[in-house]
Each structure stands twice: as structure tokens, then as C-alpha cells.
């Protein structure tokens, strides 16, 4: 049941696509946070990318309250690419924008910091302690993951998002660092693929937009298809 991220697709049908069907509006703020890999490895999946974010946005703002959007990426700090803020608090299509300007390029040979690229957006996203307010990550990367900087496993760092309530979606290659990260989270994890189809780029964009409002509808923090998770 894993989808696939395609390198290129058609973006209008399938934005047109997901966001057809008419839905009850959740009435809770959405803050949706999108971090990408913008290392040349992730130049095969550049017009991929730009589709699925532009097709989640599409599905998700007009079922909530409001949708505040930030955009991060991320590198190899080997090779002087640190994190980066690209949009603080903007619209949908202040995002779509800012993910369309993101150059990818650089870098050394995989693997990268993606770990870093998490645990900088999970510092610069702000957290608004409101019950009418959530807020919701997804993150982009190919390849491997070096360690974290600061020391913490891919499985603290999903921990800490889990607490904070950050609804988590990871769309990446099979690294078992990013799964270690997306399973401690109580996320969705979705494998990216070279391999292109429309169908897949729908199928991808309609999973992580499922997840984030199967979470905001429940409460929670669970993905529409994990079962229910004991209290800790």
C-alpha cells in the first residue's frame, strides 16, 4: 500500500481531481508546514514535488477553518546547504510559489541531512496552544540520512513531533532512519519512486491530504489507515 512520487505529472488535472469532491469543512486552523531535500538528488522529482504540494494544498483548504502555510528545505551541511526559510505564515499559493523557486542542486553524494532539515522546521513552526488549531508536516526528501547535528535519533525526533501534535507525513525513499522517524511520530510514511505515472502522483497527493484530514477529524495524530495506538 505504498504510493510512488513521480519526477513529473499533470498538475492541473490532478489538483482538479482530489479537490473535486465536495467534503464537510473541518473548522479548525491548519498549519502546514513543507520541508524539501533541494539537493541535486532530488532534481528527478522537482515537477513531482511541485504537483503534490500544489494538489494538497488544493485538498485540504477548502475543508478547514483556515490554512497558514510555511515552507522550509533542507540540504547537505557538508557542503555549506543549511536549512533554509523560505516562507513564514503565507497563503497556499505563497507556498506553491516558494516550492516552484526552490533550485536543486548541490550537494555531495548521499547521504544528506535530513534529520536536520525535520528538526528545523520543527523549530521554526510555531505552535499555537489553541484546541482550534493544528499543525501539520510533510517532507519531501531522496536518499539517505546523515545523523542529526544535535545528536538526537530519528526516533526522538519523531517523538517530539508525536507530543507536540504535529500531524507527520514522509514522502522518501525506503530509509529506515525516515521510517524509524514517521513510525515514532505516528505518521504516514509514502515511498518515493523514478518511475513516473499520473496515477501515481494522485495517489500520493490524495494519501498525504487523507492522513492530515483523517487526523484533524479524529483529534489525533493517527493516519487514516494505522489502527488505534494504546495510551502510553
Known amino acids: 500500500m505504498e504510493a510512488r512520487l513521480v519526477p513529473g505529472a499533470q498538475t492541473s488535472r490532478l489538483a482538479h481531481v482530489i479537490a473535486g469532491s465536495r467534503r464537510p469543512r473541518v473548522p479548525v486552523k491548519v498549519q502546514l508546514a513543507v520541508d524539501v531535500d533541494r539537493t541535486a538528488s532530488s532534481a528527478p522529482f522537482r515537477l513531482g514535488i511541485h504537483g503534490n504540494v500544489t494538489a494538497i494544498l488544493a485538498a485540504i483548504e477548502p475543508r478547514v477553518g483556515e490554512l497558514t502555510t510555511w515552507v522550509f528545505s533542507h540540504g547537505d551541511e557538508d557542503y555549506g546547504q543549511r ?51 493544528r499543525a501539520a508536516l510533510v517532507c519531501f526528501c531522496s536518499s539517505d540520512t546523515k545523523p542529526a547535528r544535535t545528536g538526537r535519533s ?66 489525533g495524530t493517527l493516519p487514516m489507515s494505522a489502527p488505534p495506538i494504546p495510551p502510553r
Request: net charge negative.
Open 83 to 133: 536549512p533554509v526559510l523560505h516562507l513564514s505564515g503565507g497563503s497556499s499559493t505563497e507556498a506553491v510559489a516558494a516550492v516552484t523557486a526552490i533550485d536543486f542542486e548541490g550537494g555531495g553524494d548521499p547521504p544528506e541531512h535530513h534529520l536536520d532539515g525535520v528538526e528545523f522546521a520543527l523549530k521554526n513552526l510555531p505552535i499555537a496552544s489553541d484546541r482550534q488549531t
Open 154 to 219: 530519528a526516533r526522538a525526533i519523531g517523538e517530539d513531533l508525536r507530543r507536540r501534535g504535529i500531524i507527520t507525513c514522509i514522502v522518501a525513499e525506503p530509509v529506515a532512519e525516515l521510517r524509524a522517524l514517521c513510525e515514532a511520530a505516528e505518521g504516514e510514511f509514502i515511498t518515493i519512486s523514478a518511475t513516473p505515472t499520473p496515477t501515481d502522483m494522485e495517489r500520493v497527493a490524495g494519501r498525504v491530504s487523507a492522513s492530515i484530514m483523517a487526523s484533524l477529524t479524529a483529534g
